[in-house]
Each structure stands twice: as structure tokens, then as C-alpha cells.
């Protein structure tokens, strides 16, 4: 009798597949080839049949040639920092694939010399919001923190109050950022009040400016007082308003959320905010202001470090020239419609022998934005066991365990990927 062995395909015959040629061209001839090859072994182990080369080399491969893989976001945090914050419009993935061959990024071509980079972005943000005399975009908003402090404080000082000396995630402290760009930080206040006095006896000959930090990740209440952009104003120098989540302008889901409009209006000199979170683009970090204040920075050695790519750009623009976001419908949408999308899917679930009900939940913003709003929502109730199988299938979900439930929240999913949710929850069971 042959020995079973002898009747594993050759890797040349396994290549010549037409699918596996495909996923060749699609991932790379290296990765296909250690996929057979590791297929080929298992035959040769007797693990599998030989003429179960070709589809254990198909299984094994991943979908794309990038290890980051798509996560449908259940866990009702519309701008989950670990799945990415803002998902991008259509048009702003659009924009991404027509950036991703070679474009006039830096090129007039009416007159075939260097053009001025990301000017097209910059018009967008300028046309969103007219307040703004100049803008700059730089590689996230602690990178704008960081080029301000650097540019217009280094070896001065830069007031601050006590109570906005927030960590913006992952250990990374404001006052840090500012000190390690060589600015000294004069602190204000209490912990819970500030008064205008109290920053008004803080200036001096080396005043850098006045910094306002939105608390963008915690809330705190009580014996509490700040000082508004509009009376900060009124201390002759510099300020400078960091909003943190990007806002351009003021949302009626969000009223307490700072805006870069608002922010202008009440006098800041500069505004600085993110682009990945509620202004749902890519990672950036945007400087909107006066012309001066703005042609500093621009011009400043360190804003060459910072600078973003073509395909940053293309997206900005997109998504402030172009249609609604994700993350603008998400906030608007009605807990009614999520209800009815969560029964939906709880009696699919029901019907295939899967313990499922639907409830009404409470979502967030997140992305450290708007801590103390509750966005009204729905989700589906699954025994807490699916989480842990879910978070690891194809595609992955990532859902939110609550009373020893595992919810699926609907908030931050759009209702084309239900069905999605559904064949990954079947998947599972």
C-alpha cells in the first residue's frame, strides 16, 4: 500500500489554485506559502486528508494582509478609543482610496511647482468654521497641545488651573506634555474652584498664555466653580481653549460640550481639538485661530514632525465637506428604532434555540467626550458566556457585560450590520 504521505499535493500544485493564486495577489506569495506548507504538514501528520490541502491553506488565511481586523462594536461607547474612536463616512474612505496612489498633495498642478501642503483640509475647516481666521492640522490632539505649548510657551510660563490637570489616557498627563515642551506650568485655583483673581495674580513678564482644558473624561460637581473662556479673555494675553472632542460647532445632544465655534466667539486666541471624535474623521489634531497666532505654529520646526500623511488629509476633508457621519447619526437616532432593531434580532435569536431578549440600555460617547451624558438605548441580552466566544469569531463583537448579561448594544452599530451581529451570534452557539 502507498504511503498516505506521497499523496499530499505539491506546493507548487496547491499554489496553482485558483483561489489560492488569488489570495497570493491579495496577501502576498510568503504568507500563502508558510500557509501551505503548514497545511501540507498536518496531511503529512495525518491530521487531516490530503485532499484537504487546499481548503486548510483557504481557512487559514487571514482576510487581509494587516493584522488590524474589523470588530463590530457592540459595547454601546459610540467612539471606543481601543476599536479606533470615530468610524469614517463613506465619503472619508472614499477619499482615502483615491489618496492612495500619487496625488497633488504638495503640487500646483495649474502651475506645476510645489504647492502648499494639506490646503484643501485647511479650507474645509475654514469654510466649517468662519470664526477661524487660519487653521493647522497636526497628528492628534496632544501633538496640538504640544506644538502650542512648544511654539508659544517654551522656557515661559503657562497658566492652568488645578482642576483641569486631567490624564488624557493611557498615563499620558497634560501637565507632563506641557513641561516636557519646555514651558513651566503655573497652577490656579483649587482642585474644584477658580476664580478669575486667581489667574489674573498669576501673570507676568513671562506669561506664555492662558491655557483652558476642557475635562473631557470626568465629571466634577458640587462646590465647583471655573472660569469661561469669554472672562479669561479679558486678561490681555493669549488663550488658548483645548475642547478635546472636536466639536465644531454646538450639538443639542451634547449641550455642555465645548465647541470650536463658541470657543472663538467668546474670544480664545486658539482653539485645539480632535478630528477621530466627535467631528467623526481620522486621527488629527486640529489648531483653528487668529493668523498670527496660527502662522507660528505652522512655521515652527517641531510642526514638521507633527505634519499628517496625504491619506489624513484626503479624510479630514472629506468628512467636513462631506454628508453626515457615522458618529453625527448615532447621536441622533431614537431609542424607539433601537428597540425595534433589538426585538428583531432577540426573536431571530429565539427562534434558532438561543436565550436572547431584548431591553432598553445606556449608551456613551466615550472617546473622552461628554462623560456625564446617558445616550437612550437598546440592546440584546445574551447569557454573559457568548462574550468571550463572540470577542474571538469571525468577525469579532465586542459586547458589554452587565448583571452577569452579555449586551449587545445597539448604539454604535449601524443597522446594515445587524445581520452581521446575527450570523456572528449564530456562529458561536
Known sequence: MADPRQLVPGTDRVLADPEVAAAAGRLGHRLVKQAVHAAQERARAGEISPGRVVAETLAALPESASSIRPVLNATGVLLHTNLGRAPLSDAAIHALQQAAGTTDVELDLHTGRRGPRGAAAVAALLAAVPRAEAAHVVNNGAAALALAATALAQGREIVLARGEMVEIGDGFRIPELLTAAGARLREVGTTNRVRLDDYRSALGPDTGFVLKVHPSNFVITGFTSSVPVAALRELGVPVVAD???????????????????????????????????????????????????????????????????????????????????????????????????????????????????????????????????????????????????????????????????????????????????????????
Open 243 to 429: 475642547i478635546g472632542s472636536g466639536l465644531l460647532h454646538p450639538h443639542p445632544a451634547l449641550p455642555r460640550e465645548p465647541d470650536a465655534t463658541t470657543a472663538l466667539s467668546d474670544g480664545a486666541d486658539l482653539v485645539i481639538a480632535s478630528g477621530d471624535k466627535l467631528l467623526g474623521g481620522p486621527q488629527a489634531g486640529l489648531l483653528l485661530g487668529g493668523s498670527e497666532i496660527v502662522h507660528r505654529l505652522r512655521r515652527h520646526p517641531l510642526a514638521r514632525a507633527l505634519r499628517v500623511d496625504k491619506l489624513t488629509l484626503a479624510a479630514l476633508e472629506a468628512t467636513v465637506r462631506g454628508p453626515s457621519t457615522p458618529t453625527a447619526q448615532r447621536l441622533r437616532q431614537d431609542r424607539a428604532d433601537l428597540l425595534r432593531r433589538a426585538e428583531r434580532l432577540a426573536d431571530l435569536l429565539t427562534a434558532a434555540g438561543i436565550p436572547a431578549s431584548a431591553q432598553h440600555s445606556e449608551a456613551t460617547v466615550g472617546g473622552g467626550g461628554a462623560p456625564d451624558v446617558a445616550l437612550p438605548s437598546a440592546a440584546v441580552a445574551l447569557p454573559d458566556r457568548f462574550a468571550k466566544p463572540l470577542r474571538e469569531g469571525r468577525p469579532p463583537v465586542l459586547a458589554r457585560i452587565e448583571r452577569d448579561r452579555c449586551l449587545l448594544d445597539l448604539a454604535a452599530l449601524p443597522p446594515e450590520h445587524d445581520e452581521l451581529l446575527h450570523r456572528a451570534v449564530l456562529a458561536v452557539t
